[in-house]
């Protein structure tokens, strides 16, 4: 009889999530992280640090570099299933690839009241047009990932 893997938490999936997200602040990057991991087995797919900056890549967030290096990673364009943690709630252009990919969890830290639209803004996963939704859950150590989003830009207003 095969037991059930055991899961990583979403606590402790957010926390490597908020590393690639301290790694993208080190780069000059806003610090955004993501983390793709396979709830049938508890293994980390892939992770993805925001870096549209460093890469002249507008579409460089953290959930497109960390589903590129997933689909790349497994060799298919269909993530089903897998769970996707970033530490801010994905924008539109993220929430639309989430979709494509057919993720199936997505689980954020802070929400994003001006460029978010899992939850705020136009709440893609709720709209008539999109045609994958994911399971979602937000809050996760959101005040952690508030407050490195809210420092980076602190730093950056007084330098």
């Excluded at 508890?42 to 967030?61: R, Y």
């Excluded at 954020?108 to 047009?129: I, M, S």
């Amino acid at each position: 009889m095969n037991a059930a893997p055991l899961l990583p938490s979403d606590d402790s999936l957010m926390r490597l999530a908020l590393d690639q997200a301290r790694a993208a602040a080190d780069a000059g990057e806003t610090p955004v992280g993501a983390v793709i991991m396979d709830p049938a087995t508890g293994h980390i797919v892939s992770v993805g640090a925001n870096h549209p900056i460093g890469g002249h890549d507008p579409t460089a967030h953290a959930e497109i570099a960390a589903i590129r290096s997933a689909a790349a990673k497994i060799g298919n364009y269909r993530l089903t299933d897998l769970t996707l943690v970033v530490t801010l709630e994905p924008c539109a252009m993220c929430a639309g690839a989430i979709s494509h990919a057919r993720i199936g969890r997505v689980v954020f830290g802070a929400e994003d009241t001006k460029g978010g639209a899992v939850v705020n803004g136009p709440r893609f996963f709720e709209g008539p047009t999109c045609h994958w939704r994911p399971a979602v859950t937000g809050g996760v150590l959101a005040e952690e990932s508030a407050e490195l989003l809210r420092g980076f830009f602190r730093a950056r207003r007084k330098g």
